[in-house]
Each structure stands twice: as structure tokens, then as C-alpha cells.
């Protein structure tokens, strides 16, 4: 898989492996967090570890990486890390609320998480 405009890039385990927003990642965190892209964007202006989990298993599945969930949760994370790389994944949405007059729900989902 090549790299493209908003991947990030992140070491698990030791091993780096790349996350990528795809349209499955995008419904497999909805599925996962439940609710519409509002209540979506509500809960994640204070993100639970496990909702950070979900997201950054969602993104690495859209990077290629075969790590399931189960393994991904017993594995070696940097919270820090993770909350960087997965706001860094959502940049490709577009700019940041704090740049723009107007947001659209996808820059305010990648403000969001951006303070994970």
C-alpha cells in the first residue's frame, strides 16, 4: 500500500504500521461508537481510552495492518502517540475548525480527536 495525503504512521509493538481514513474506516467507527455523525462528534470531544482504541483499530484496518482488536489491546501503545497519529489520519478531511470561518462536521470530527 502506498502512502497518500493523510496516512499516519505508527510504531505497535515495535512494528510500524501506517493508519489510513477510508470510508470503511469512517462507518466501522460509527458502527462501533453508535449513533450519527453528531452524536459521533459529541462524544468524542472527551474520548474514552476505549473509543481511542476502536478508532485507531478502524484506521489501522484502513492501512492494511491485520491486527485484530483483541491483539491491538494487549499490545504496546503510546496513548500520546496514538492520539497524534489518529488526529493526524483526519486531517485529510480538511482544515482545522480553528482555521476556517465556517466548519463542516468532518473538520470539527478531526478537532475532536485532534485533542485526544
Known amino acids: 500500500?502506498?502512502?497518500?495525503?493523510g496516512d499516519a504512521d505508527i510504531t505497535i509493538n515495535g512494528e510500524p504500521m501506517k493508519l489510513r481514513l477510508t470510508l470503511g474506516a469512517l462507518a466501522d467507527i460509527e458502527a462501533a461508537l453508535g449513533g450519527d455523525f453528531d452524536a459521533l462528534q459529541a462524544r468524542l470531544k472527551n474520548p474514552r481510552v476505549t473509543d481511542v482504541i476502536l478508532i485507531l483499530h478502524a484506521l489501522l484496518m484502513g492501512g492494511g495492518a491485520g491486527l485484530s482488536l483483541k491483539l491491538l489491546k494487549e499490545s504496546d501503545v503510546d496513548?500520546?502517540?496514538?492520539?497524534?497519529?489518529?488526529a493526524k489520519?483526519?486531517?485529510?478531511?480538511?482544515?482545522?475548525p480553528s482555521e476556517t470561518e465556517a466548519p463542516g462536521k468532518q473538520q470539527a470530527?478531526?478537532?475532536?480527536?485532534a485533542g485526544a
Do not use: K, W, Y
Open 109 to 113: 470530527l478531526s478537532a475532536s480527536l
Open 89 to 96: 489520519a483526519f486531517e485529510v478531511l480538511g482544515p482545522n
Open 79 to 86: 496513548l500520546a502517540e496514538a492520539a497524534r497519529a489518529i
Open 1 to 5: 500500500m502506498t502512502h497518500r495525503s
